[in-house]
């Protein structure tokens, strides 16, 4: 029985969208497909007022399904 990677989830904080599209284009470029990428923009407030921001990026990449196929052989 061999292992295979299928799929890596990756959760991220960063403070600029600059961050963020870095970290997308890097898992664009591992290797696999992009499956998923999510850019939130998360705010701490308090007494109705921001105090803190920053951005969650969420990236999705699968590599292999659950069966084999030819190439992989």
């Known amino acids: 029985m061999s292992k ?10 960063v403070d600029t969208e600059q ?6 284009n890097e898992a664009a470029r ?3 497909d992009l499956t998923k ?8 407030k308090s007494k109705g007022q921001v105090v803190e921001e ?4 969420t990236t999705q990449v699968d590599y ?3 069966w ?3 190439e992989e052989e």
Not at 4 to 13: D, G, P
Request: proline residues 3%; aromatic residues 2%.
């Open 68 to 70: 084999p196929t030819d």
């Open 64 to 66: 292999a399904g659950q």
């Open 54 to 57: 920053n951005l969650k990026v």
């Open 30 to 32: 591992s290797g696999g």
């Open 37 to 44: 990428k999510i850019v939130e923009v998360k705010q701490k």
């Open 19 to 24: 961050e963020a599209q870095e970290i997308i």
């Open 4 to 13: 295979v990677l299928m799929r890596r989830t990756e959760v991220w904080r």
